[in-house]
Nanobody, 123 residues
Framework: QVRLVESGGGLVQAGGSLKLSCAAS????????KAWFRQVPGKEREFVAA????????GYADSVKGRFTISRDNAKNMVYLQMNSLKPEDTAVYYC????????????????WGQGTQVTVSS
């Protein structure tokens, strides 16, 4: 199995930046495609960004494109989400996800999920 642990969340003013990290442990050879999702109370989980196993392919939600950057370091079993120009509407719990076998996943059908980290953006 693979365990995913997010970190880096916190409180930041609008226009600021945060960098989220997701550390994978366990059978990390079974974690290939990775992604970030977010969720706010009363709303469905929202796709944020995805990255292929080797980092060669990325995808972003329209709401974050140009502001957020997903990256990974396979030697460290880490995936990151650099968030710039943060807006109050970015406030959410951010979740890291990983897939066992797929090189890239379209949608939300991932095998492993982290516990989430809170990001709060104040006006």
């Amino acid at each position: 199995q693979v365990r995913l642990v997010e970190s880096g969340g916190g409180l930041v003013q609008a226009g600021g930046s945060l960098k989220l990290s997701c550390a994978a442990s366990g059978r990390t050879d079974s974690s290939k495609a990775k992604a970030w999702f977010r969720q706010v109370p009363g709303k469905e989980r929202e796709f944020v960004a995805a990255i292929s196993w080797n980092g060669g392919r990325t995808g972003y939600a329209d709401s974050v494109k140009g502001r957020f950057t997903i990256s990974r370091d396979n030697a460290k079993n880490m995936v990151y989400l650099q968030m710039n120009s943060l807006k109050p509407e970015d406030t959410a719990v951010y979740y890291c996800a990983a897939d066992r076998f797929s090189a890239y996943v379209v949608g939300s059908d991932y095998d492993y999920w982290g516990q989430g980290t809170q990001v709060t953006v104040s006006s």
